[in-house]
């Protein structure tokens, strides 16, 4: 039987955050942007929003909630989604999304935001990990050479998020046989293209948008700060930098992969363009109310100095004074 559209539920959208892709600002944007228990962000850490460390403990949670609550759940978003969270929701369209990054860029990022834990006193192994030496803080370069943490990690992300293991972080974690990552490669990829949405970080203003459309989010936020540059990509050596490309192809043709995905997801969807127009013009007539009476008090410091300056000015503004009050 043909559900009634007016009964239908709107699509779930599932945003399986890589780190370091811009997946922090648009958490925020939705829990802030959505009303209470549309959104709900999943990672592991202690002190979020929703702290989970496995398939299971994802299970527990989802099916511990009244129907009411996944009902009106809009987006899942956070690092600990995993493949097969479709399966809590059989009465929903599931709409998977992720964004890339350029792997140098997201690399530099990486190492940078467990730098800035790491100088700020936290001590977590897997920020010791990368940034810790023998001799004192480790440069990028020597993190990259200490162990393989920085090494196609989106690729060992994504294989985390498809077989449910945790090697991502695991600087002992091997993927040295190059027959095996082909076949994990081509697995990767045949999930990916299952996504309802690859997005890029370097088009993260626009694919943003888009789906800010489609989610309903009416208020706009200042994008999450960025980490303190430790490590200047602009500074890379064309020895170290060819070094890194070999290392990592993994996670290159993964970039490659998602480019394409993106740009074929904007051909065959021609109103991209349109709304996120839209939704640019509408964030720039958005002012919240700190912007509203930082203009406020602005224009009367302008009037002030104009009721000095013109008498005509001054009278004006007293004949109407009832009215502007």
Excluded: C
Aim: aromatic residues 16%; charged residues 25%.
């Amino acid at each position: 039987m043909k559900i009634d559209d007016q009964n239908k539920k709107p699509p779930l959208y599932i945003f399986l955050h890589i780190p370091k892709t811009g997946g922090t600002t648009f958490g925020r944007h939705l829990i802030g942007g959505l009303k209470k228990g549309e959104a709900i962000g999943i990672y592991s850490w202690p002190g979020t929003l929703v702290s989970i460390k496995s398939l299971e403990e994802l299970d527990k949670l989802i099916n511990s909630w009244p129907a009411a609550a996944k009902d009106r759940l809009r987006v899942i978003h956070g690092h600990n989604i995993y493949l097969g969270i479709e399966k809590l929701f059989p009465d929903r369209e599931i709409r998977y999304l992720t964004f890339f990054r350029e792997p140098l860029s997201r690399a530099a990022s990486h190492y940078n935001f467990y730098r800035q834990k790491f100088e700020a006193g936290a001590r977590a192994k897997y920020y010791t990990d990368i940034v810790e030496g023998q001799k004192g803080v480790l440069s990028f370069e020597e993190a990259f050479l200490k162990n393989k943490i920085l090494h196609n990690y989106t690729f060992k992300f994504l294989a985390d998020f498809i077989f449910n293991t945790d090697s991502a972080e695991d600087p002992q974690a091997d993927y040295s046989n190059e027959q095996a990552n082909q076949k994990i490669l081509a697995k990767i990829k045949a999930v990916l293209k299952k996504f309802y949405f690859i997005g890029l970080t370097e088009n993260s203003e626009d694919d943003f948008l888009y789906f800010y459309y489609w989610l309903g989010v009416k208020k706009f936020f200042a994008n999450q700060r960025r980490s303190k540059k430790f490590f200047d990509l602009s500074k890379i050596s064309p020895e170290f930098k060819n070094l890194w490309q070999s290392a990592n192809w993994l996670d290159g043709e993964l970039y490659k992969w998602a480019i394409k995905s993106n740009e074929d997801f904007k051909k065959s969807h021609p109103e991209f363009q349109r709304v996120v127009l839209l939704m640019k013009i509408k964030r720039f007539f958005y002012l919240p109310q700190r912007y509203l009476t930082s203009l406020r008090v602005l224009l009367y410091k302008i009037s002030a100095i104009l009721k000095k300056k013109s008498n005509v000015y001054a009278k004006l503004i007293n004949k109407f004074k009832f009215i502007l009050v």
